[in-house]
C-alpha cells in the first residue's frame, strides 16, 4: 500500500501528464523515497488521455479513472479520487504543473505535525507568490473570488487547489456537495478539520494546453458559495441574497419608471406599470437562485402568489411611512428614515412570505 496518493483531476490534460509523472517520480520517490500513486481522474476527455496513461502506466505508478454518468466536474472527479485512493496521505493538485511537485513532501511534512490537519499550498501567505505574467483582470477575478470566500473560512488562499489531507481525517463524502472547480473550500468549510494550516508556493501559469477558467465555471463558482452561505450562515444568508435580489428589482422599477415616462405615460401611471415588471424580475430571479434549491412549483402559480404578496409588502411598506410620518415628529422632519422604516419593514414581511408560502416547497 503507497504511503501517498496523488489525485490529479483532469480534462484534456493529455499534454502535460508525461511531465507530470517525470517530475513527481523523480522528486516524491527518487529525492524523498516517498512511495506513492497517482491517480488521473479524467472527466471523458476528448484528447488522447487514455492513450497517454495507459504508456505512462508501463513506467510509473499512475491510474486511470474515468467516472461516467455524471456532469463534468471538477470537484466531483476530486471526489472520485478520494473513493480510490489507497494511501495513507492524500494531495490534490492541477495536472498542468501551476502547483510545484518540490512542495508535495513539504505538504507532507506539515501534516504529520498535528491532527485533523487540511493543509493547503498557498499563494497569499508570506513567502507565497503568483504568476506576475496575469492580466490585470485575471488578478480582479482571483482577488473578487477570494473575498467573496473570506466569511466563510480563515484561509488566506481559499481558491487554491493545491492540498494535502490525511486520508483517515476524510468526511462522508456523501455530504459533500460541491460544484466547479473550488473542492478546498468546500473541505473548508464542510469538512470539520480541526485546523487549516497554509505553506506558501509559487504558483506558476500553465505552459501548456489552455485554461479551464469560463464564465460557466465562474457561475458555478458563485452557486458554489451560495451552497456554502447557506450551510454556514442559514436562514440569515438567504436572507441578505433575498435583499440583494430586492435591490436588482429596485434598479429595474426605476429604469421602467423613467422609460415610460420618456415614452408619454403619466407619472402616477409609469409608477403603478414599472411594479410589475420590477416584481416579476424579483420573482424570477428568487425562483433561480435564492430559492433555487426548492423544488419547483407551477410558474404562473407561484408568480400570482408572489404578486400578491408582493402588494401586501408595498400596502405594508406605505403604511409605515404614512403612519411615521402623520404621527411622529421626529419622521416627519426626517422623512427619509420613515421611508427606510417602512422598507425593512416590508422586506421582512416579504422575504417571510416568499419563504414559508410563496416558495414554501421542501427543499430538493
Not at 9 to 23: D, I, K, M, V
Not at 167 to 183: M, S
Not at 243 to 268: E, K, M, P
Not at 297 to 307: A, D, G, L, N
Request: overall charge neutral; proline content about 4%.
Amino acid at each position: 500500500m503507497p504511503a501517498l496518493s496523488i489525485i490529479v483531476p483532469t480534462y484534456r490534460e493529455a499534454e502535460n501528464l508525461p511531465r507530470l509523472c517525470e517530475q513527481v517520480h523523480r522528486i516524491i520517490l527518487g529525492d524523498h523515497g516517498i512511495d506513492y500513486e497517482l491517480l488521473v481522474v479524467d472527466d471523458q476527455s476528448p484528447d488522447e488521455t487514455v492513450d497517454v496513461v495507459e504508456v505512462l502506466s508501463k513506467a510509473y505508478p499512475v491510474r486511470l479513472i474515468q467516472p461516467a454518468g455524471r456532469e463534468r466536474d471538477l470537484s466531483r472527479s476530486v471526489i472520485d479520487g478520494f473513493r480510490e485512493a489507497a494511501g495513507d496521505n492524500i494531495v490534490v493538485m492541477d495536472a498542468d504543473l501551476s502547483h510545484p511537485v518540490d512542495k508535495i513532501p513539504e505538504l507532507l511534512e506539515v501534516l504529520q505535525t498535528g491532527e485533523g490537519r487540511l493543509v493547503l499550498g498557498s499563494r497569499y501567505v508570506a513567502g507565497g507568490s503568483f504568476d506576475r505574467a496575469w492580466s490585470f483582470w485575471r488578478y480582479l477575478n482571483s482577488a473578487s473570488a477570494t473575498w467573496l470566500a473570506a466569511p466563510l473560512t480563515s484561509s488566506r488562499d481559499p481558491m487554491t487547489g493545491f492540498f494535502a489531507l490525511r486520508r483517515r481525517d476524510l468526511p462522508d463524502l456523501t455530504a459533500l456537495r460541491p460544484i466547479g472547480y473550488k473542492i478546498a473550500l468546500e473541505l473548508m468549510v464542510r469538512g470539520g478539520f480541526q485546523e487549516i494550516v497554509e505553506v506558501p508556493i509559487g504558483f506558476r501559469d500553465r505552459t501548456i494546453g489552455e485554461s479551464k477558467m469560463t464564465l460557466g465555471q465562474q457561475f458555478k463558482y458563485l452557486r458554489h458559495l451560495r451552497r456554502l452561505y447557506l450551510y454556514r450562515y442559514g436562514g440569515f444568508a438567504e436572507f441578505i441574497h433575498y435583499g440583494a435580489v430586492g435591490a436588482s428589482g429596485f434598479v429595474v422599477d426605476i429604469a421602467f419608471y423613467y422609460v415610460l415616462q420618456f415614452v408619454g405615460l403619466d407619472h402616477r401611471v409609469a409608477r403603478g406599470v414599472a411594479f410589475w415588471p420590477a416584481v416579476s424580475w424579483n420573482w424570477a430571479l428568487n425562483r433561480l437562485t435564492t430559492f433555487g434549491d426548492r423544488r419547483r412549483r407551477p410558474r404562473t402559480r407561484q408568480w400570482i402568489e408572489f404578486m400578491l404578496t408582493s402588494g401586501i409588502g408595498f400596502v405594508l411598506n406605505w403604511g409605515v411611512y404614512v403612519t411615521l410620518t402623520s404621527t411622529i415628529g421626529f419622521f416627519d422632519e426626517f422623512r427619509i428614515l420613515a421611508l427606510v422604516t417602512g422598507i425593512v419593514v416590508a422586506s421582512l414581511f416579504n422575504f417571510m412570505a416568499a419563504s414559508l408560502f410563496v416558495y414554501s416547497d421542501r427543499r430538493a
